[in-house]
Structure formats: structure tokens, C-alpha cells
């Protein structure tokens, strides 16, 4: 059921929160009001939000009956207690935030003027474009709420085109590390392999890659372990030690994480019975020797500390 029309504001208009805003227009809200600071933000306001007036916060607030705040996560905390603080929430108002760290908690200030809270993530990954609205039909929404703003959250994910997913305040951060984990530490992984590519001629190596990570994403998700395969799990000593020479030799960046992610892999080919024990031993000894500091190679001094700079909104 959707809701209905509210006036939308909101605070930190960037990759998430201009096209959180664009959908809930789409959806028959109103979106009255936006705050953001940077060029890009700015730049997306124009973009997905035309018409809508950049205003400071405070008068956002003061704007609307649906307020979303997708600030940063480090920078929440202070931009709910300075809203309170300055009376620009009021009773019955609704407040979420987009952050998949947090819970309810920081939006305590906000509950004590009156509002109602809720936490509504996102499990996608934007571009802060038009592409993104689309994206969101289907995505799955992270959602904590008391008993009383339950269903209104549901309908806000609703009027998103998502699918709700309850998440207890306590596991909150839990939930939001398997998401990193899993996107985040993939995009690491990639990169590092098209350089490995880039390294040994490949002309091409996300093309070369594509069908198989394709493939091998797609069968993790239906199998989990089951899934994997290559020299690790066949328990291929020579074939992993000539990987760690030639990585070192030729990609040394990527060695690292190589190294961390064949432990990892080799833990859960030991723990499924799809490696006997000695060439599991043997692998472990291997990954051992490569894990140790390289006496050849100079440590970086330590840098000096940079001043803070100012970061895009959500």
C-alpha cells in the first residue's frame, strides 16, 4: 500500500539521496526542499531533482513531512542533534536515515522531539544517475523501526519500488559489514585481477573477465562452496606457488590480497572435505612463506597527518 503524498525533504542530496528523492517524485510526493554543499551534489540536484530549491538544512527540515537524511555516516550523528537542537523537527514528522551502519539510536534526538524514525537502507550499490531508478525496483531495503512505524517504513520502501528486510537494531552494523564485504571488497578483487591481466598482455581484460566472473557470481549465490573451484580446491601446490612467484614478480600489489583470499578459500575447502589434509598443510606452509615481509623491500615512511576534507553526501 503506498502512502499518501507527503512533502519530501532532504538533507545530503548526493548518489543517494537525489535519486531516493527522484523515485519518491515518481512515486506522487512532493519533494520540496534539498541541502547539499558540493559541486556534485548540486550537480544531481539539478539533474534529478529540476525545480527543487538547495536550501541549508534547517529549512529542509522545517519543509517537510518525510525528511531523509543521507549524510555520511560519521557526519549523522551531529546533523539529527543539530536539527533537534534547533527545533527544525517536530511532532509526527518522519524521519529516516539511509545508513546501513546505523539503527534507531542516532536518531534518538529526533524521537525525543516528536518524530517518528525509522532506518531505511539501500542494498545497492549508485551512480547518483537516472540509471539508478530503475536499479531500484526489486532492491532489497534494510529496514529498522519500532512497533508504531513499522508499516509506514514499509511503505515508504514500498512507494521505492523495494523490498523490505528487517534488521535488529543490534545487528545493524553486522548487516551493513556483509554488504561491504561482499560489494566493496568485490570491486577491490576485480581491479586487482584486470591489472593482473593488464600485466601478463591482455588487450582486454575486463571482456576477458566478464563471462567468468558472470558465471562464478552467479554460482556462489545459488551454491555457496559448492561453487568453487581452480587450483586451491584441486589442492595444486605448483600451480599456486608459480601464481605467487609471478604475481610478485610482475603485479606485487596484488599479492596481498591473493595470499588472504587462498587462505580463506583453502579454510573453507579443508572445512567441506574437498582437499585432503597434506596438500592442504602443504598450500598452508606456501601461502605462509609469501605472507612474510620481504627484507628487499623498503618500508614507506609514515605520512604526516592530513587536514579533514569535505566529503560528498550520501
Known sequence: MSLPALRVGVIGAGRVGAVLAARLRDAGHEVVAAAGASDATLGR???????????????????????????????????????AGAGALREGQLVVHTSGRHGLAVLEPARAAGARTAAIHPAMTFTGTALDLDRLSGCVFGLTAGAGEREVAERVVADLGGRAMWVPEEMRTLYH???????????????????????AGADDPA??????????????????????????????????????DDITANAPQTKASYVALARATLGRAVTDGRIVPLRAMRI?????????????????????TEPAVTRESR
Do not use: Q
Request: with cysteine; hydrophobic share 50%.
Open 207 to 244: 571482456g576477458t573477465l566478464r563471462p567468468l566472473l558472470v558465471a562464478a557470481l552467479d554460482n556462489a549465490l545459488e551454491h555457496g562452496d559448492a561453487a568453487l573451484t581452480g587450483p586451491i580446491v584441486r589442492g595444486d601446490v605448483g600451480t599456486v606457488r608459480a601464481h605467487l
Open 177 to 199: 559489514a556483509g554488504l561491504a564485504h561482499g560489494a566493496n571488497h568485490l570491486v577491490t578483487l576485480v581491479t586487482e585481477a584486470m591489472e593482473v591481466l593488464a600485466a
Open 45 to 83: 540536484i539539478a539533474a534529478l531533482l529540476p525545480g527543487v530549491p538547495n536550501d541549508k538544512p534547517t529549512a529542509v527540515a522545517r519543509a517537510c513531512d518525510l525528511l531523509l537524511l543521507t549524510v555520511p555516516d560519521d557526519m549523522l550523528d551531529n546533523v539529527v542533534t543539530t536539527l
Open 284 to 304: 598452508h606452509e606456501l601461502l605462509d612463506e609469501h605472507s612474510a615481509p620481504d627484507p628487499a623491500r623498503p618500508v614507506a615512511p609514515a605520512r604526516p
